[in-house]
């Protein structure tokens, strides 16, 4: 084996979306990216806590909707 050795790194960038309620019970997320025909809907802890989402990135854009339990 050689003295030196080639060292490799490879670095991805890409957008974090989190979202925090405060609410004291879970809140529902409907995530809607028209352009793919994608809906999710997602259920936050509330509370404070954070929760990262899930999305596509690119050039695309997505319309959030809350819903209460």
Not at 16 to 26: D, E, G
């Amino acid at each position: 084996m050689s003295k030196y050795s080639l060292l490799s790194l490879q670095v991805v960038l890409c957008p974090l979306y989190m979202v925090r309620s405060h609410l004291p019970f879970p809140l529902y997320i409907n995530i809607d990216t028209s352009r793919l025909g994608l809906h999710d809907q997602i259920s936050t802890p509330g509370r404070g806590h954070d929760l990262q989402l899930q999305c596509p990135g690119g050039d695309l854009y997505q319309s959030l909707t809350f819903q209460f339990e």
